[in-house]
């Protein structure tokens, strides 16, 4: 069955700093890999997806993702953080095997603050 | 376009009782899918469709039933709500030519099952 990790529940960082959102994925075969945003009373939104190619993704609002094979990690990552940043991070995996595997499977999520 | 719709937005319900929640979507896609939400535990796949009659079960499919007639509804049911039905529950919609993964999701229907 294919599974996503979040380590982290809770990330601070300060404005303008850097900011790196942990996941790692188990899936038989090559995975598809997907980063999403939920802020508060909100729906789920795409952010940014790898499939195959460069191992550095970009996405929206400036963020992206680093694919390693090697470590089956899949960190969703953002130059300089802003306060807008802070919400519900959710990484999703997406494997080849038939049913429901063929479907997403979302980590538990991390909430990021981003502190003035 | 409304996007992807869901109501109602919070619903209270006692053991034991049943409910629909309906939901929506204007952009005729094929794709339509029922998740719960719990604290730590981020989203599950309760039941799934890829075109109007056809639908499949997710991860957490036991207590719900699901209907596709048209492509634009695909209403959830509780036949008889228990506690351990608390939570949050949204529907999402995508296009199968452009990838689950970019799924619209509504806004939510919260849940309390007494």
């Known amino acids: 069955a294919q599974s996503v990790a979040q380590p982290e529940d809770q990330v601070n960082v300060a404005e303008g700093n850097p900011l790196t959102v942990k996941c790692t994925y188990s899936?038989?075969?090559?995975?598809?890999l997907f980063w999403y945003v939920q802020y508060p009373n909100r729906g789920l939104q795409f952010l940014l997806k790898?499939?195959?190619?460069?191992?550095l993704v970009k996405g929206s609002y400036g963020f992206e993702a680093e694919f390693n094979k090697s470590q089956t990690s899949f960190h969703l990552k953002k130059p300089s953080a802003l306060v807008s940043d802070s919400a519900l991070y959710f990484c999703?995996?997406?494997?080849?095997?038939?049913?429901?595997?063929?479907?997403?499977?979302f980590g538990s999520g991390t909430q990021l603050t981003v502190l003035p | 376009n409304a996007g992807v719709t869901q109501t109602p937005k919070f619903q209270v319900l006692k053991t034991g009782q049943s409910m629909t929640l309906q939901c929506a979507q204007d952009?005729?896609?094929?794709?339509m899918s029922w998740y719960r939400q719990d604290p730590g535990m981020g989203l599950r796949l309760i039941h799934y469709?890829?075109?109007?009659?056809?639908?499949d079960q997710g991860e957490v499919p036991n207590g719900y039933n699901v209907s596709r007639s048209t492509t634009e509804d695909f209403p959830l049911r509780l036949l008889s709500a228990a506690p351990s039905q608390t939570s949050v529950y949204f529907c999402?919609?995508?296009?199968?030519?452009?990838?689950?993964?970019?799924?619209?999701f509504g806004p939510g229907t919260r849940l309390l099952v007494l």
């Open positions: 999402a919609s995508s296009s199968l030519l452009a990838g689950i993964e970019t799924q619209y």
């Open positions: 899936v038989s075969g090559n995975p598809y």
């Open positions: 790898y499939i195959t190619g460069d191992n």
């Open positions: 999703a995996v997406r494997g080849f095997s038939s049913g429901s595997a063929r479907q997403l499977t």
């Open positions: 952009m005729n896609h094929e794709y």
């Open positions: 469709s890829v075109g109007a009659g056809i639908t």
